[in-house]
């Protein structure tokens, strides 16, 4: 760890730095001023394709190029630049159109019209475009590992599709299910949830200081700018917001964050089921030369990975949710409390990212201990108790719940028991020889179906 790691106050730029690494040009100070820039050029090149803009003629393939070159090559030391110019201005986007002048000088023509940079704009403009495009590309990145988890999920559900395990309902024996079939029922869950992250567009305006177009009107009158800003945003391949106050809604922000928790909390899930199959020693972990896992117990190997992930999940989580909770709210036309608030959407794709690795980390250290699997299943004749009540019921031979409950309720009944009294039942002997040749084992319906079927 880098010193500078060290005097980091978020655990996001120190000790969790690497796991960051994927979404950091997005989410950080340098990207959200590396979007400014890019929807100012664009906004700009925008208007001087518009042949009813005379006082801004239509770009040479050479001032494009320029322009482009500016998005495509810029770096950390242009951003510092425009934090310079900040510092001045005490204002961030407009410290980005002092930049763009800056440069602009380079270019005489270009020069002679950078009062069109910035052209009828107001701050949340820029900054709402910058935003989606944030959301969309560290969501983007974010769900590449997204999908390595979910594959690691459904190869697990796969590999362990037969391995039967005693089920557990209120903490108690239930009927037997598989291994694979408890996985799959998350790959299941968290291949919805991501594809409707995927589904959602995100949206955005450029109608000036509070919707109306009121001085893009004034200036040029005749324009349909209107359909001048939905062209822009449809280049961007962002839904067009077209009632607005000077803040976008974010009403679309708000359903994908909110469908981030979603997706985040079926991982706590997974996370707490998998930290108990490990300690009922269903699952061993994989052991590291040089790992110690706890200070003065030698012995211990302790199920981190899970239990980092399940903290990592809350802090997104808790975030994600003041997010959407705050910036679908704004006071009047406008008020700031969205924009600081915004300024923490890469602590939530940071702490979801670092929760997607840690289990990516404890799902690869797993083994699945099936000896100790077939003890409790060996140990759990009961259980077999809803399916003798079943084939009495479908019998019809009265009060078959009642005698299973005789005797078995808060018993832990042994094969033979159970053997003799299905042999005291007057069944079909099709019917009873298949309960005979029923076990703990056997009882687990479309379990494997159904674990290769995510």
């Known amino acids: 760890m880098k010193l500078e790691n060290l005097l980091s106050i978020s655990p996001l730029d120190g000790r969790y730095s690497n796991s960051v690494d994927s979404i950091r040009e997005f989410t950080s100070e340098y990207g959200l001023i590396k979007y400014r820039v890019i929807i100012e050029i664009k906004w700009f090149i925008h208007l001087s394709n518009n042949k009813k803009i005379k006082e801004l003629p239509k770009l040479s393939i050479k001032e494009t190029k320029y322009l482009t070159d500016l998005i495509d090559n810029f770096n950390l030391n242009d951003a510092k630049r425009i934090k310079t110019i900040e510092s001045r201005t005490n204002h961030d986007v407009k410290a980005v159109e002092y930049f763009l002048k800056e440069k602009f000088k380079m270019i005489k023509k270009l020069e002679k019209y950078s009062e069109f940079i910035h052209f009828a704009c107001t701050s949340e403009d820029i900054n709402n475009l910058s935003y989606a495009l944030m959301i969309r590309d560290a969501s983007s990145a974010t769900q590449t590992s997204i999908d390595l988890l979910t594959k690691k999920i459904k190869v697990l559900s796969k590999k362990y599709a037969n391995k039967a395990m005693l089920s557990r309902t209120h903490g108690q024996n239930a009927s037997p299910t598989t291994m694979g079939k ?68 974010k009403d679309s922000i708000a359903l994908i964050l909110g469908d981030y928790v979603k997706f985040n909390n079926i991982l706590i899930d997974l996370s707490r089921d998998i930290w108990g199959y490990i300690s009922l020693g269903y699952f061993k972990q994989k052991l590291k030369d040089g790992e110690i896992g706890s200070s003065t117990m030698p012995h211990k190997v302790n199920p981190i990975d899970f239990e980092n992930a399940e903290g990592n999940l809350g802090m997104a989580n808790a975030n994600l949710n003041h997010i959407s909770n705050t910036v679908t709210i704004s006071r009047w036309q406008r008020d700031l409390t969205d924009s600081t608030v915004m300024r923490n959407i890469g602590v939530c794709f940071g702490y979801t990212n670092i929760a997607i690795n ?3 980390r404890g799902l690869d250290k797993l083994e699945l201990n099936v000896p100790r699997l077939n003890q409790d299943l060996n140990n759990s004749w009961e259980v077999l108790t809803e399916a003798i009540q079943t084939v009495i019921r479908k019998n019809n031979i009265p009060n078959g719940y009642e005698l299973m409950k005789k005797l078995s309720r808060g018993k832990n009944l042994e094969e033979q028991e159970l053997l003799e009294f299905i042999d005291t039942l007057d069944l079909p002997s099709e019917d009873k020889n298949r309960l005979f040749n029923l076990t703990p084992n056997t009882y687990i319906g479309y379990a494997v179906k159904l674990s290769k079927d995510s």
Do not use: C
């Open 182 to 249: 408890e996985l799959a029922n998350f790959h299941h869950r968290l291949k919805m949830v991501s594809n409707e992250i995927k589904s959602h567009p995100i949206r955005g305006k450029i109608n000036g200081a509070v919707g109306n177009y009121n001085a893009h009107h004034v200036a040029y009158p005749n324009l349909d700018w209107e359909k001048i800003a939905q062209e822009f945003i449809k280049s961007l391949k962002l839904e067009f917001s077209s009632h607005t106050t000077q803040v976008e809604p």
């Open 358 to 360: 840690s289990l990516l």
